[in-house]
Structures are given as structure tokens and as C-alpha cells.
């Protein structure tokens, strides 16, 4: 079989997949976080906690549980990193210097998982799954308990209350990562993913050397790392590592498992508002834009000009000879048009237009389909954006899910929206323009310098933490800097997305009319797929132009 055809073959069989999938996964978390009964581990969970399932919050107390918990999080995982030394299972490692400790205790948390660090030097076995792992789980469901507050502000009418902040919380986890992840990290144990306690093993290599070979829990890391959309490798080279991904399928399996969740809500969100057509239309959406970045980079890779590239069939400098280039294109597309930024492959090395399309998959905001929750609250957000600019061209006004779109909705909605292009684009021009820092950080001259700086802070302020690795992030300088960007990039857009849901909750409800744009309609499909690609494109074309673009084209 020509590699064409196996990576045609797999991208087939990863969409009859999911296709399969995302019906009951999406009726599961919907029937999940809309039961009124609490299972007796959640009640033990609330009982230690001291909080109130049962407590109806209004939008600011919503949030300001998520804040509460989020900045709780940073301090106890910072902490944990600084006193590893102490620590059972710290396999001899110091604790983790201040500006990296602060560095990755924000990214675990934003469900960023940036990594200046090489997980197995610098992480013992208990802050791994004591701390990173936890956090994966914490992480990936206040993004989930965030989407649902913002479909309960369009389905509640004349109400401040979104719910329990608490009980979403848990139930998410208990019910829907928790089982999950079990199954998953079994397959990924039963394919020989790494998973034990074991100190390091040195063994003598077939040319008499001697190599140190660090275990640890690894699989069922993977498999929340996978599935929460998190990304954060137990190993430097992440995904690639052979104790991370020791053969084709099981990387396969982990690019299902990072879109399994994702690519459910759209079928959560049908359930919870009561038509099933909304939440398939997302779905169409998302998984559209999301097969035209897969097809382009795999073309990019497959088609890469130079000497080496025509050489070897494909541009394989960076890439896994045991995944191929089909399977490299297809991990990376899904990796960084999720938030989960775990990578089995190089993406420094991708030709400028395979890692500008990349680039472009974190610039769209992460909503196709997006990170778990993040990306359903994203592309409501711009589902609302795209119902304003129909209804400026009918001359009525807009309306979403039986709610109207008024001047404080689009407020909101337009903060949001500009909040991570402006994240992106000052952080990264205080670093390009600073000599001391590009020095410090850039190690490539023209175009691509610019690109790693541009791909870095993009990776930042989306919660995406994959990375171009030719930048040189582990300074204070950028540890501090990226660390603000990340909780700015998730926390701000959090904040205005529950404010727009506690908005629209306190409206009535208004009945379809004969002038009422369909939401469910091809036509409205076209429309939100432009305007997720256009605000980008008219966002970040400059610097795209000065990037990716010049360097494909020199």
C-alpha cells in the first residue's frame, strides 16, 4: 500500500471513528451535567470539599469559584515542584527552579501543558501524577462546567443562575474523564505504553555504552494527557518517546482520544437545547475546517521541495520513521487545531507551509473543534458574531437559540474574541523587538525566527503548549512572560464567556419567526466557517505574511 493510500486509510477510519462515537459520548456528558442525583463518590467529594452541590450560582459566583479553584491550583502545584526534592518517588531530582515551577504550575492548570523542561530529568514520579496528572483532569473540566453555564444562559430564561460551578466540576470528572481515562489507559497499557513505579534501570546498549531508561506512570497520564486536550508529554520527546508511542496505532488511538471529547459536545449541546440539528451543524463545521488542515498539511509534508525532502519522498527531517508521514501530518493538524498540544513529531522541522498551517490552526482560536469545552464556548462565541453580521445584512435583530444578540451581548463577545490576538501579537512583538530577548530565545535568523516566536505565543495565549523547539523558552524572561499570557489567555475569555451566558439567562425566550435566520442551516454552516477563517485572516495576515508566508515563498 502507497503511503498515500495508508494515510488516506487512516484518516477514514479516525472519522467513522469518531463519527460513531460522538452521538452517545455527547448524550452521556449532556445527561451527566444536567442529573439531579449525586452519586455517593461525589457527595463524599462535596462533603470534603465544604461546597454545596445543590447551590444555583449567578455568573459572578461561577466564576469567581473558577478563579478560586484556578489560583489554588497555581499555589499548591507550584509548591509541590519547589519541595520535590523532599518528596517519596522524587528519584533523586532536585526541586524545580522557581521560574520554571511558576511556569508549569500556570500551563497545568490553563490546560496549556507548555513544557520548558525535559519531563523525565526534572519530574519525579509523585509531582507527575500527583500534581501534573491532576491537574489534567482538574483542568480540562472547568473547561467542560464553563461550555455548560454558557448552553444554560441560552436554554434558562428570566434567571441569573448558570448553575453549580462544584457539581460540574465533579460530575465531569467522576463521570466522564474518570471512566474514560480507565479505558483508555488500559489499551495504551495492553499496547506497551510504560506504566510502573520503577526507579531508573541503566543498561548496556548493543555498542557497550550505557543508557539510563526512566519509567514511571506513564500510560495513565496518556490517556487523561490525550483526552482532557492537555498535551504535556511524561517524556521531552512527548508522544514520539517509545515508552509514550511505541508503535503506529497507538498513536492513531491518541489522536482519537484527544478529539473524542471535542468533537462530542456539538451532540451535547443538541441534547441540552433540544434540537439535535444545532449541535450537528457545529459538528460540520468543526470537522470541515478541521479535514482542510489535515489535507494541507499532509499535502505541505508530502510535497516538501528540497534536495532531502525529494530524497526521501516526503519532508521526514523531524518526523518518526515508525509513524510515517500521513500519521506525523494527522497528529499535528488534530494536535494543534485541539488545545491538547502533544506532538509524535518535530513541528520545528515542517516545511513553512505545513507549519503555517499549524500556526493558523492556533490563530483560529482552537474551535476546530477545539479543546475540551473551550472549544463549544468558542464557537458559540463566534456563533453569535455570525448571527450579529446576518442580521446587519436583513436589517433585524440577531438571534441564537430563541435569545437576542443585543449591544451587551456583542461587548462581551467582542472582548473575547480580541482578547488572544492581542495576547498573541504584543507578547510576541516584545520579544521580536527586543535584541537582548531574540538573542536569548531565537536561534534561527529571518522568517522562521519570527515564526517560533510567533508559533510560541500563539501556543501561549490559545492553551495549546505545543512549540517550534528552536525556541528557546527556559529564561526567566519568558517562564514569567508566557506564564501571564497563558492565564490571561484563559481566564479573561472565561470571565466574559460566563458573563454572556448570565446575560442571555436573564432574557425570555423569543419564538421563531417567518424572519428568523435558521442556525441549522447549511447556509448559516457557510456562514460560521467564514467568519471563524476571516477573523483570523484579517487578524494575523501581516504577520503571517512576514512569517510562514515569506519563508514558503524564499
Same mark, same amino acid.
Given at each position: 500500500?502507497?503511503?498515500?493510500?495508508?494515510?488516506?486509510?487512516?484518516?477514514?477510519?479516525?472519522?467513522?471513528?469518531?463519527?460513531?462515537?460522538?452521538?452517545?459520548?455527547?448524550?452521556?456528558?449532556?445527561?451527566?451535567?444536567?442529573?439531579?442525583?449525586?452519586?455517593?463518590?461525589?457527595?463524599?467529594?462535596?462533603?470534603?470539599?465544604?461546597?454545596?452541590?445543590?447551590?444555583?450560582?449567578?455568573?459572578?459566583?461561577?466564576?469567581?469559584?473558577?478563579?478560586?479553584?484556578?489560583?489554588?491550583?497555581?499555589? =499548591?502545584?507550584?509548591?509541590?515542584?519547589?519541595?520535590?526534592?523532599?518528596?517519596?518517588?522524587?528519584?533523586?531530582?532536585?526541586?524545580?527552579?522557581?521560574?520554571?515551577?511558576?511556569?508549569?504550575?500556570?500551563?497545568?492548570?490553563?490546560?496549556?501543558?507548555?513544557?520548558?523542561?525535559?519531563?523525565?530529568?526534572?519530574?519525579?514520579?509523585?509531582?507527575?501524577?500527583?500534581?501534573?496528572?491532576?491537574?489534567?483532569?482538574?483542568?480540562?473540566?472547568?473547561?467542560?462546567?464553563?461550555?455548560?453555564?454558557?448552553?444554560?444562559?441560552?436554554?434558562?430564561?428570566?434567571?441569573?443562575?448558570?448553575?453549580?460551578?462544584?457539581?460540574?466540576?465533579?460530575?465531569?470528572?467522576?463521570?466522564?474523564?474518570?471512566?474514560?481515562?480507565?479505558?483508555?489507559?488500559?489499551? =495504551?497499557?495492553?499496547?506497551?505504553?510504560?506504566?510502573? =513505579?520503577?526507579?531508573?534501570?541503566?543498561?548496556?546498549?548493543?555498542?557497550?555504552?550505557?543508557?539510563?531508561?526512566?519509567?514511571?506512570?506513564?500510560?495513565?497520564?496518556?490517556?487523561?494527557?490525550?483526552?482532557?486536550?492537555?498535551?504535556?508529554?511524561?517524556?521531552?520527546?512527548?508522544?514520539?518517546?517509545?515508552?509514550?508511542?511505541?508503535?503506529?496505532?497507538?498513536?492513531?488511538?491518541?489522536?482519537?482520544?484527544?478529539?473524542?471529547?471535542?468533537?462530542?459536545?456539538?451532540?451535547?449541546?443538541?441534547?441540552?437545547?433540544?434540537?439535535?440539528?444545532?449541535?450537528?451543524?457545529?459538528?460540520?463545521?468543526?470537522?470541515?475546517?478541521?479535514?482542510?488542515?489535515?489535507?494541507?498539511?499532509?499535502?505541505?509534508?508530502?510535497?516538501?521541495?528540497?534536495?532531502?525532502?525529494?530524497?526521501?519522498?516526503?519532508?521526514?527531517?523531524?518526523?518518526?520513521?515508525?509513524?510515517?508521514?500521513?500519521?506525523?501530518?494527522?497528529?499535528?493538524?488534530?494536535?494543534?487545531?485541539?488545545?491538547?498540544?502533544?506532538?509524535?513529531?518535530?513541528?520545528?522541522?515542517?516545511?513553512?507551509?505545513?507549519?503555517?498551517?499549524?500556526?493558523?490552526?492556533?490563530?483560529?482560536?482552537?474551535?476546530?473543534?477545539?479543546?475540551?469545552?473551550?472549544?463549544?464556548?468558542?464557537?458559540?462565541?463566534?456563533?453569535?458574531?455570525?448571527?450579529?453580521?446576518?442580521?446587519?445584512?436583513?436589517?433585524?435583530?440577531?438571534?441564537?437559540?430563541?435569545?437576542?444578540?443585543?449591544?451587551?451581548?456583542?461587548?462581551?463577545?467582542?472582548?473575547?474574541?480580541?482578547?488572544?490576538?492581542?495576547?498573541?501579537?504584543?507578547?510576541?512583538?516584545?520579544?521580536?523587538?527586543?535584541?537582548?530577548?531574540?538573542?536569548?530565545?531565537?536561534?534561527?535568523?529571518?522568517?522562521?525566527?519570527?515564526?517560533?516566536?510567533?508559533?510560541?505565543?500563539?501556543?501561549?495565549?490559545?492553551?495549546?503548549?505545543?512549540?517550534?523547539?528552536?525556541?528557546?523558552?527556559?529564561?526567566?524572561?519568558?517562564?514569567?512572560?508566557?506564564?501571564?499570557?497563558?492565564?490571561?489567555?484563559?481566564?479573561?475569555?472565561?470571565?466574559?464567556?460566563?458573563?454572556?451566558?448570565?446575560?442571555?439567562?436573564?432574557?425570555?425566550?423569543?419564538?421563531?419567526?417567518?424572519?428568523?435566520?435558521?442556525?441549522?442551516?447549511?447556509?448559516?454552516?457557510?456562514?460560521?466557517?467564514?467568519?471563524?477563517?476571516?477573523?483570523?485572516?484579517?487578524?494575523?495576515?501581516?504577520?503571517?505574511?512576514?512569517?510562514?508566508?515569506?519563508?514558503?515563498?524564499?
Amino acid at each position: 500500500m502507497s503511503d498515500a493510500a495508508a494515510g488516506a486509510l487512516q484518516v477514514a477510519v479516525l472519522v467513522a471513528a469518531l463519527l460513531a462515537a460522538q452521538g452517545p459520548l455527547g448524550a452521556w456528558i449532556a445527561r451527566s451535567l444536567s442529573s439531579t442525583r449525586h452519586l455517593a463518590l461525589e457527595r463524599a467529594v462535596y462533603r470534603v470539599a465544604g461546597v454545596d452541590p445543590d447551590a444555583d450560582m449567578r455568573w459572578p459566583v461561577y466564576a469567581r469559584s473558577v478563579l478560586v479553584l484556578s489560583a489554588v491550583s497555581v499555589l =499548591l502545584l507550584y509548591g509541590l515542584q519547589r519541595v520535590q526534592a523532599a518528596l517519596p518517588l522524587a528519584l533523586g531530582l532536585p526541586g524545580v527552579p522557581a521560574p520554571t515551577a511558576w511556569n508549569t504550575a500556570v500551563s497545568f492548570v490553563t490546560n496549556t501543558n507548555w513544557q520548558s523542561y525535559s519531563g523525565e530529568t526534572a519530574m519525579g514520579h509523585l509531582v507527575q501524577a500527583g500534581g501534573l496528572a491532576v491537574q489534567n483532569f482538574l483542568s480540562a473540566a472547568v473547561g467542560v462546567s464553563v461550555a455548560v453555564a454558557l448552553v444554560r444562559g441560552f436554554t434558562r430564561s428570566r434567571t441569573d443562575r448558570l448553575g453549580s460551578f462544584w457539581a460540574d466540576l465533579v460530575r465531569t470528572c467522576v463521570r466522564v474523564l474518570l471512566p474514560l481515562s480507565l479505558v483508555a489507559a488500559l489499551v =495504551l497499557l495492553l499496547g506497551g505504553v510504560v506504566q510502573n =513505579l520503577a526507579e531508573p534501570t541503566t543498561v548496556t546498549t548493543l555498542t557497550g555504552g550505557e543508557q539510563t531508561l526512566v519509567g514511571g506512570p506513564v500510560a495513565s497520564q496518556e490517556a487523561i494527557k490525550e483526552l482532557g486536550t492537555n498535551g504535556g508529554g511524561f517524556y521531552n520527546a512527548n508522544s514520539a518517546h517509545p515508552f509514550e508511542g511505541p508503535s503506529a496505532w497507538v498513536s492513531l488511538l491518541q489522536v482519537f482520544l484527544l478529539l473524542l471529547i471535542p468533537f462530542s459536545m456539538p451532540a451535547a449541546l443538541g441534547r441540552l437545547v433540544g434540537d439535535r440539528r444545532q449541535g450537528h451543524l457545529l459538528l460540520a463545521v468543526m470537522g470541515g475546517l478541521w479535514l482542510l488542515a489535515v489535507t494541507a498539511v499532509t499535502w505541505a509534508e508530502t510535497a516538501g521541495r528540497g534536495l532531502a525532502p525529494q530524497a526521501a519522498g516526503a519532508a521526514m527531517e523531524g518526523k518518526e520513521v515508525r509513524f510515517g508521514e500521513a500519521l506525523s501530518a494527522l497528529f499535528a493538524a488534530s494536535t494543534t487545531a485541539t488545545s491538547t498540544g502533544a506532538v509524535n513529531s518535530f513541528h520545528d522541522s515542517y516545511t513553512a507551509a505545513g507549519g503555517g498551517v499549524l500556526l493558523l490552526n492556533m490563530m483560529l482560536g482552537e474551535v476546530t473543534p477545539g479543546g475540551v469545552g473551550s472549544g463549544l464556548y468558542g464557537m458559540l462565541v463566534l456563533a453569535v458574531v455570525a448571527v450579529f453580521l446576518a442580521g446587519l445584512m436583513v436589517g433585524r435583530t440577531p438571534e441564537l437559540l430563541g435569545k437576542k444578540i443585543g449591544p451587551r451581548q456583542m461587548v462581551l463577545v467582542a472582548l473575547s474574541v480580541l482578547t488572544m490576538p492581542a495576547l498573541l501579537l504584543v507578547g510576541a512583538a516584545l520579544t521580536a523587538g527586543v535584541p537582548a530577548l531574540v538573542g536569548a530565545s531565537v536561534q534561527d535568523a529571518g522568517p522562521h525566527g519570527l515564526s517560533e516566536v510567533l508559533y510560541a505565543y500563539a501556543s501561549a495565549a490559545n492553551n495549546n503548549g505545543s512549540a517550534f523547539a528552536g525556541f528557546g523558552a527556559a529564561t526567566t524572561y519568558q517562564d514569567t512572560a508566557l506564564g501571564v499570557v497563558m492565564l490571561l489567555g484563559r481566564f479573561v475569555p472565561v470571565v466574559l464567556v460566563l458573563a454572556l451566558a448570565g446575560s442571555l439567562a436573564r432574557q425570555t425566550a423569543v419564538p421563531a419567526g417567518a424572519g428568523t435566520l435558521s442556525t441549522r442551516s447549511p447556509v448559516f454552516g457557510v456562514l460560521l466557517a467564514v467568519v471563524v477563517v476571516v477573523v483570523a485572516g484579517l487578524t494575523f495576515v501581516p504577520a503571517l505574511a512576514l512569517a510562514p508566508l515569506a519563508e514558503a515563498l524564499s
